[in-house]
């Protein structure tokens, strides 16, 4: 749903372009036909049509079995440096992802890795407006996600949750 709010922050995303490969970035603003704005475009997630699926595809010992059959330890090992790659260079930008949760991140069969829902960042005053329960710090239990600023100490509690989710392998 486009709302003010989320119109300004993706005006906002157009003119501030953080140069982030796999970042799946407004690029422009789609308008009907009557002049209102009705959505955004950003670049498709997958490299020469090779399928992306979303990062719960990886956790656990029967989804890796089952979507990566050759994957070992040293795989995950490095989708999670390439997953903290692209939040640090993001940091960079002064942007803070807000709502990680595997469901935001894809994975191809060759392990590039997209990050996807971008309109929903944090971007300088503009607030990240969702999440979910299990990747918010206890603090901030319970609070509407549209109704504060995100720290970098707070996306660290996310990022931390979510490495504990991928080798956890339960």
């Not at 050759?70 to 692209?86: A, P």
Request: aromatic share 12%.
């Amino acid at each position: 749903k486009l709302t003010d709010l989320k119109l300004k922050k993706i005006k906002l995303m157009i003119s501030k372009k953080p140069y982030v490969q796999g970042v799946c970035w407004p690029l422009s603003i789609l308008y009907n036909s009557k002049d209102e704005p009705v959505g955004y475009l950003m670049l498709r997630a997958g490299k020469y049509f090779d399928k992306s699926i979303d990062l719960w595809h990886i956790l656990g010992k029967k989804n890796i079995k089952k979507y990566f059959p050759n994957f070992k330890t040293s795989d995950l090992v490095d989708v999670s440096l390439k997953i903290l790659d692209k939040i640090n260079e993001l940091h960079q930008y002064n942007v803070i992802l807000g709502d990680i949760k595997p469901a935001n991140i894809l994975i191809t069969s060759k392990t590039y890795i997209y990050f996807v829902d971008t309109d929903n960042y944090q971007i300088e005053n503009l607030p990240c407006t969702g999440g979910e329960p299990e990747f918010t710090p206890p603090e901030r239990q319970g609070l509407k996600y549209d109704t504060y600023l995100r720290t970098i100490k707070e996306e660290s509690f996310a990022v931390a949750t979510l490495l504990f989710m991928i080798f956890m392998l339960r």
